[in-house]
């Protein structure tokens, strides 16, 4: 059973307070891109987890567990304590998400995982249900088994599809190290109560991402995409402040980090001028490589047998 499932870009994140819980309390429209992971679950006689890189070379999955706390892992052993089945699953893990790239890759095999063994069991959750089991594994693994465009609330796992028109053309720069979701939102705290506790916007606002995504207007998602964790990403990855100017002087409508980063999202006219901008982005070497997306696509679904 091989499940194929898409990484998610943030077009827009308003952070509000740090929760009692240690989370903080988000507003987030999230977008699926393709660029996908494959999940395949097999029978096997205890729970098992491999990973390998889609591309070379391997050291981009470097410090991926292939233990029980591989997200994967832990939500297959999360279905399986709901529905009553054994855990007994080897699950094989083909990535092409950045690792701790601020684009849902952990979550992304999580929330295959779910589908892949929902088949495989035969438990016939239907989504919601396996969305409430993802949320307790990574905050994003609802909006990776629904994908499209979603607001996202709460810890981001409260998931509301939303109106979007046109297909958006997306270059991703990837960086040659990840960052720490954990890192990156202390870093968010700590700049905050530097600024003398400046207003933190507990209900912030989606509403220009929204509008320009129900018109299908790229002009205007370029000009409103706003991430409220991309200050403090750069505060510890001060290279991405150049990753960023490159893309917009190169002709990008807009680009921000995603999530958490180091990921940087471009967003272009066309097609076209996506390819473009990816080939000048990676000549000006400012990212590790570069990537061409468009989105939004579907989240996690099984693939016809053969195909994986
Ligand atoms: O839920 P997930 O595993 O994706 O979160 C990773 C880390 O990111 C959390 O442990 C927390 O430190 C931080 N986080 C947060 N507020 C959120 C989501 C994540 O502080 N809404």
Same mark, same amino acid.
């Given at each position: 059973m091989t499940v194929q499932v898409p990484a998610k870009i943030n077009l827009s994140l308003s952070v509000g307070r740090r929760q009692a819980d240690g989370y903080h309390a988000l507003r987030t429209v999230f977008q699926a891109v393709s660029l996908h992971d494959r999940v395949t679950a097999t029978v096997a006689d205890e729970l098992r987890v491999t990973v390998r890189a889609s !591309?070379?070379? *391997? !050291? #981009?999955? $470097?410090?991926?567990? $292939? *233990? +029980? /706390?591989?997200l994967a892992a832990r939500a297959a052993a999360a279905l399986a304590e709901g529905t009553g089945c054994r855990p007994d699953v080897r699950l094989d893990i083909v990535k092409a998400i950045p690792v701790a =790239?601020?684009?849902a890759g952990g979550s992304a095999d999580a929330a295959g995982a779910l589908v892949a063994c929902d088949a495989l069991w035969a438990t016939g959750l239907d989504r919601a249900a396996l969305a409430a089991v993802g949320a307790r594994v990574g905050s994003d693994v609802p909006f990776c088994l629904y994908g499209g465009t979603a607001l996202g609330t709460g810890r981001g796992e409260r998931v509301t599809p939303t109106l979007t028109r046109g297909r958006y053309h997306w270059v991703l720069a990837l960086a040659e190290d990840g960052l720490s979701t954990a890192l990156v939102y202390a870093e968010l705290d700590r700049q905050r109560a530097d600024t003398a506790r !400046? /207003? %933190? !916007? %507990? #209900?912030? *606002? +989606?509403s220009g991402v929204l509008s320009a995504l129900r018109s299908g207007d790229a002009v205007a998602l370029g000009r409103a995409l706003t991430n409220d964790l991309q200050p403090a990403a750069i505060r510890l990855r001060p290279s991405l402040q150049r990753t960023l100017e490159a893309g917009r002087d190169l002709g990008a409508l807009g680009g921000l980090v995603s999530g958490s980063g180091p990921t940087c999202v471009f967003l272009a006219a066309s097609a076209p001028a996506a390819d473009e901008l990816a080939a000048s982005l990676a000549g000006a =070497? $400012?990212?590790r490589t570069v990537r061409r997306v468009d989105g939004p696509v579907p989240g996690a679904r099984v693939l016809p047998e053969g195909v994986g």
């Open positions: !591309r070379l070379p *391997d !050291r #981009e999955i $470097v410090g991926v567990p $292939v *233990d +029980a /706390t591989n =790239g601020g684009m !400046r /207003t %933190v !916007r %507990v #209900e912030p *606002d +989606a =070497g $400012v990212c």
